[in-house]
């Protein structure tokens, strides 16, 4: 299984606003998608421990916890236009910390031949109940370090 | 004129997921409201040069070109919940650059009791017939250095 | 209280589309928002029964059931610019069935100069549980007829 | 060429709302996306006149005309909630007017086993410069009636 995971994303015409381009925020929204099908992806060859194969990274955290965007930083580099055609997003983990993670994303053409953004998330893993950070079980650190691949390569970062 | 301009947030019904609180996407919504309500502010004492106290720093740019975000960052630190109060955003300037600037918000209570997010973008100012990067003008940058104040207090940051 | 109840609506830039104009779908998210809002008034003289002055017609239909829209109608009149000045939509009862009622609404300048667009919806009230049709309660229906006003005037129909 | 345009619709995780099931608001956008679709359907054998079979619906238009829409309905049938695997439209016309057109669609799962909603609209053309109402052409008349088929059969009407 590689460890950088690829989905389809599907424009719609509403993502455009009225400059006539993909409005910046709804990158995010693409990013969402991806986060979500990441998380119910197999395990498969990272399962661990308590973990099946068949389980889902959402399976080991359980029904009592869930994860939080803490954060989110994202790149442009080019104007994207509404297609029927998808777009291709790639996603895999960058860091695992004691009770959060996290992720790196390339919004591309399918083909490899333009960037739209690079993008970079912190998950964080909490209590249902209390709210508060709850550490990553064994399964859930095997299978993000199984997906763990290069830092996000952000061209410009700005002085906060 | 403060440095710090401040802008309520009317929330929607539909800014909620399915987890009950709402989206992480949709703050990113509110920066863009809270960036298109600043370049509409008339300049007032900031109106340098050719600029008149009237006009806006959108009227400074002119017709022949406009700006991109090139790059987000923002970090969350409390849920949200729909309510029909508003919210406020404060939005500055955290630095000015040859043809981009780069602007610091904050998401809180209008009574500062908490604070939703931090968040900071870089514009740049790009020729809308050719797409490249074209220089600040005297009256934009003078505007600019008016509006600026300190640098986000972001708590954490990843490592890409 | 009037029979016909009126909330700004306040717009965001991400409302237009590529075509420049409030996108007609963001027409029904007005809708929502003025029907939440009508769902959260306190029933004041409009109270009946069991219920009392500060109660809302939302607590008037419990823990136990919810609304939800089974259709809508709506017609545009006008095109619509983004502009940080609220509009105003109008939103009143137009029929009163057994597990069910209809709601009326436009949507205009608050100087009733122009108006934008008129719409009605069905909502149902289901059991939580089983998801099937309830009755309305004699609180419910008597709040229900207090706001009961003519129904919408639309300008055409299609034959389905 | 059938007279009923089917197109996959991909769902997102935002569509759903705080209730849990994909928001009523939503649907608009998947009628949407299918007029989108429908509009750049090649006429193939629905070409007459001077339209090439390469041409598109929005082609006949031309640049001086575009398509408004004027009104909607939709009735809901089925709580819809979020999955990977794309539902399907069906669209196709129901009337041809002077100057305005009617749509139906029904959004269902592609083996056909659930319905979630059927919806119409009247979509008018107008004149770019005047905004006033424009004759349709043959051509767009030829292909219009060539994808006709039955009115929406909706199962409720309000009155008004």
Same mark, same amino acid.
């Given at each position: 299984?590689?460890?950088?995971? +690829?989905?389809?994303?599907?424009?719609?015409?509403?993502?455009?606003?009225? *400059?006539?381009?993909?409005?910046?925020?709804?990158?995010?929204?693409?990013?969402?998608?991806?986060?979500?099908?990441?998380?119910?992806?197999?395990?498969?060859?990272?399962?661990?421990?308590?973990?099946?194969?068949?389980?889902?990274?959402?399976?080991?955290?359980?029904?009592?916890?869930?994860?939080?965007?803490?954060?989110?930083?994202?790149?442009?580099?080019?104007?994207?236009? *509404?297609?029927?055609?998808?777009?291709?997003?790639?996603?895999?983990?960058?860091?695992?910390?004691?009770?959060?993670?996290?992720?790196?994303?390339?919004?591309?053409?399918?083909?490899?031949?333009?960037? *739209?953004?690079?993008?970079?998330?912190?998950?964080?893993?909490?209590?249902?109940?209390?709210?508060?950070?709850?550490?990553?079980?064994?399964?859930?650190? *095997?299978?993000?370090?199984?997906?763990?691949?290069?830092?996000?390569?952000?061209? +410009?970062?700005?002085?906060?």
């Amino acid at each position: 299984m590689p460890r950088i995971q +690829r989905f389809p994303i599907h424009l719609r015409f509403g993502d455009e606003d009225s *400059y006539g381009h993909v409005n910046n925020v709804r990158f995010l929204q693409y990013l969402e998608d991806a986060r979500v099908q990441f998380m119910h992806l197999p395990l498969s060859e990272a399962a661990h421990g308590d973990a099946k194969a068949s389980d889902t990274l959402l399976e080991t955290i359980g029904p009592d916890h869930f994860t939080l965007v803490a954060r989110h930083e994202i790149e442009y580099s080019a104007p994207l236009n *509404y297609r029927p055609s998808p777009l291709e997003i790639s996603i895999w983990v960058t860091g695992v910390g004691g009770s959060s993670f996290d992720l790196g994303y390339q919004i591309a053409e399918p083909d490899g031949s333009t960037s *739209y953004a690079l993008a970079a998330s912190t998950m964080i893993q909490v209590n249902r109940t209390t709210g508060r950070p709850t550490k990553l079980n064994g399964a859930q650190r *095997y299978a993000l370090e199984h997906w763990r691949a290069d830092p996000v390569a952000f061209r +410009r970062r700005q002085n906060g």
